[in-house]
């Protein structure tokens, strides 16, 4: 089990990526001695159909520019690759069959971790990866605690939890800071700032 390489699985839509995501990646890789942490740019999110979602391939190029200054940060396009919706727990599946010899962290926001039950095959989940909770601004830490308490009772297993420097940034933020012609400078990095104006996204 110890001999097993440890992987961190950051999922987003990343639309766009921000340092919210980059300083909770962060954070676990280094409390957990992570060799690498892959983000995953998602597909066809089905937990975002409301809004029309920025190409996949725009997402995936400001995720590539957003890490390259990390060399413990890799991005993968397992799910951009896909036309059909693409759920967490069939990406664990596909990425353990390649390579059985990681054990894989499941890295969370809060948000996403109090919404957890609503995710596919949520026991599966737990049996492939470490869930990994990573505080969030917005989300009650005690709301928080309670979530772990009881989804570690419900189905036996193990959260693990790191508490992340409070960065209040939302990818639905940047998109309305944009659109009303807000400036969205340190909350991103500055490549992927450029990108986005290169490309007129979000206006
Ligand atoms: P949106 O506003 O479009 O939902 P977002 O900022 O929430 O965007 P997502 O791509 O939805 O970004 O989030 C991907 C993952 O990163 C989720 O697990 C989310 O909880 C986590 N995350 C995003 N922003 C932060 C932040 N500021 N601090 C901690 N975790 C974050
Ligand atoms: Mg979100």
Not at 5 to 25: E, S, V
Not at 49 to 64: A, C, F, L, Q, V
Not at 170 to 194: A, W
Request: charged content about 30%.
């Amino acid at each position: 089990m110890d001999d097993k390489i440890k992987i961190g699985i950051m999922g987003g839509t990343f639309d766009p990526i921000h340092y919210g995501h980059l300083a909770t990646a962060e954070a676990v890789r280094k409390k957990y001695g992570l060799e690498k942490v892959l983000f995953i740019p998602s597909g066809n999110p089905p937990h975002k159909t409301d809004r029309d979602i920025t190409s996949k391939s725009h997402r995936y190029n400001m995720s590539i520019l957003a890490t390259v200054s990390n060399d413990f940060f890799e991005v993968s396009d397992v799910e951009i690759q896909k036309d059909r919706l693409s759920y967490t727990v069939d990406t664990l599946l596909e990425l353990s069959e390649k390579n059985p010899n990681a054990q894989y962290y499941l890295i969370m926001g809060a948000d996403a971790f109090c919404d957890i039950e609503t995710w596919s095959r949520v026991e599966k989940l737990f049996e492939l990866s470490k869930v990994v909770g990573a505080t969030r601004p917005g989300i009650d830490m005690d709301d928080f605690k309670r979530n772990i308490t009881k989804i570690q009772q419900k189905y036996k297993t193990q959260i693990l939890h790191v508490h992340v420097p409070s960065l209040d940034i939302s990818s639905t933020d940047i998109r309305d800071r944009i659109k009303y012609g807000m400036t969205i400078k340190y909350l991103l990095p500055e490549n992927v700032e450029k990108y986005i104006y290169k490309y007129n996204l979000y206006r």
